[in-house]
């Protein structure tokens, strides 16, 4: 008999982890659910992986886990399903493991007579917090079917950014990298190999090779020192983008360099307009709304700015104004939400905007790829123009003296 260590929901909504003695997987499954359990994990157990924990949580459900959530959401409950079944149902479909725990233990919770939104507001650090106050918005309104569709509609936009900036970080991160491979190479391996040559040819080396050999030399020598200084320093910058300071840092060198600057405001601009038009076409008070917007920006910026709003908004000043007078968004921006604001159509104004910007991202991310091809191709000429030309000089020192004789 096999012995089945498992993780699982109990009635209560608990988790619980523990072993069950049963022939088979089936027979061990078929048991745990008739003592009322919903089975998160079921792993058969051995001698090295007995009593040791198999939980290994799992990674952050994305947009477009998310995207696929809200959707079947709101198809299966409009079809009549109940909350608890539909919950049930996605949980089991659910791919990703963090996602499916926390699904499980939601519907524990609304078993329990507890709220949708407050059910997932427990399952601190899965579901954002736009999510939940839609969830709310829907429950209070009885149009949660209606909220979580346009919740969907906001991830898949929101997972279609990501996926174009990332594509556009993509290309010139695996480039760099193959680059300085073979740039090491060639210094530790290469270089080396023709400087015995010349070595003993009594060839005097020109002042570009010696400053490659004396790398060369450099690498092959200290690259215990080297390797972990490289480390460490990226481990502090990393670290240290973290920090409040750091934030600020990194945010204002986005929006100063030229070829990210563009990007980065129409992307802020998109999620912006998106993210607060969904919120109020849901119900949510402008206050909440802003202060759910602001917490969504990735820019430290773009944040604090919106943040700052609230405070004018709460004296009754229009959101157009502080939006205007911080200087972060484009003219568009806070002449769209002007617009609407005066003619008490807001939300309308702000899903054009967000359409707009969203095919202004697209078209930044295909600009900023178009640009850094041929700059990495010039860096990546240079590069090894150098390293050919501390390879080919001594040979064409070595050939002038030869015709001199």
């Not at 481990?235 to 300071?245: D, E, M, P």
């Not at 773009?302 to 200087?327: H, N, R, W, Y």
């Amino acid at each position: 008999m096999a012995v089945w260590g498992y993780v699982a929901i109990d009635k209560g909504g608990k988790e619980v982890k523990g072993s069950k003695d049963a022939d088979n997987k089936d027979l061990a499954l078929r048991d745990l659910k008739n003592q009322g359990l919903i089975v998160l994990e079921l792993t058969e157990q051995n001698a090295l992986t007995k009593d040791i924990s198999i939980d290994f949580g799992g990674k952050k459900p994305t947009a477009r886990d998310f995207a696929v959530f809200c959707r079947q959401f709101a198809s299966i409950t409009r079809a009549g399903v109940t909350i608890i079944e539909t919950l049930n149902m996605l949980a089991d479909s659910t791919e990703n493991k963090k996602m499916k725990k926390a699904l499980y233990e939601v519907r524990a919770d609304v078993e329990k007579g507890e709220s949708f939104a407050d059910s997932m507001a427990g399952r601190e650090g899965v579901f954002p917090e736009l999510l939940i106050q839609m969830a709310r918005a829907g429950e209070a309104s009885g149009s949660l079917d209606t909220a979580m569709e346009r919740m969907a509609i906001q991830f898949e936009k929101s997972a279609k950014t990501q996926a174009m900036v990332k594509k556009a970080m993509i290309y010139p991160i695996v480039v760099a990298l193959v680059a300085v491979a073979v740039v090491v190479v060639m210094l530790v391996v290469v270089i080396p190999s023709y400087m015995d040559m010349f070595e003993q040819l009594g060839t005097e080396l020109p002042a570009i090779t010696m400053a490659v050999v004396n790398l060369s030399n450099l690498l092959k020598s200290k690259w215990y020192i080297i390797v972990p200084v490289v480390a460490a320093i990226v481990f502090a910058l990393k670290t240290y983008a973290k920090t409040n300071s750091g934030k600020h840092v990194f945010g204002k060198l986005q929006m100063k360099v030229p070829a990210v600057k563009n990007l980065v405001v129409k992307s802020a601009s998109a999620q912006m307009a998106r993210t607060l038009s969904t919120l109020l076409t849901a119900g949510v008070p402008l206050i909440e709304a802003v202060d759910i917007v602001a917490d969504t920006m990735t820019n430290i910026w773009f944040k604090e700015a919106l943040k700052d709003a609230l405070e004018q908004i709460m004296i009754g000043v229009p959101l157009s104004q502080p939006i205007q007078t911080c200087g972060l968004f484009p003219p568009m921006v806070f002449h769209m939400m002007r617009i609407g604001e005066e003619a008490g159509s807001t939300e309308e104004m702000l899903n054009k905007l967000a359409d707009y910007y969203e095919e202004e991202v697209e078209m930044a991310v295909q600009s900023l790829m178009a640009a850094m091809e041929p700059m990495i191709i010039i860096v990546l000429a240079g590069v090894v123009g150098i390293l050919i030309g501390a390879v080919m000089a001594p040979m064409v020192t070595m050939y002038a003296a030869l015709d001199n004789l």
